[in-house]
Every structure is written in structure tokens, then in C-alpha cells.
């Protein structure tokens, strides 16, 4: 991973809403959450097939191991 495309998830607990920031870019994640810790796992799914982590960062084997800073 690079810093510039340090993954950080912006949680909203009246609205369940949830912002994934990746670089200078920002993504509002399609679904309403219950927690921090099902829109993290969203994220991380988000990150693995949308923005092709898959691909691009081989250390990591599967979604859940994409870093996602709770912010």
C-alpha cells in the first residue's frame, strides 16, 4: 500500500451513512450501516473490487485484510 491511497472511513451514527476517502478522491458507500465496524467491512469490500485493490495491492490476500482507518 501507498500513503498516498491511505483508505480512511468516515462514519455517520445519526445518519448510518458512510464516506470512504482514498487519496483525493471521496466515495459515499451505497448502503445505510449499522455500525462503524459493517461499514469498515463494506469499505474494505468497496476497496477490493471498485477501486481494484484486488490488483493492485498484492501483500493482501482478501478484502478484510485492506486497511481501513476509522476516522
Keep these: ?11 455517520d451514527l445519526k445518519s ?6 482514498c487519496g483525493d478522491k471521496d466515495y459515499v458507500l451505497p448502503d445505510i450501516y449499522p455500525t462503524k465496524e459493517t461499514a469498515r467491512m463494506a469499505a474494505q469490500k468497496f476497496a477490493w473490487e471498485k477501486l481494484g ?3 493492485r495491492a498484492r501483500e493482501f490476500r482478501q478484502a478484510s485484510e485492506v486497511p481501513v482507518w476509522l476516522r
Excluded: N, P, V
Design 16 to 21: 448510518g451513512r458512510a464516506l470512504l476517502s
Design 53 to 55: 485493490w484486488k490488483d
Design 1 to 11: 500500500m501507498h500513503a498516498e491511497e491511505c483508505l480512511q472511513l468516515h462514519f
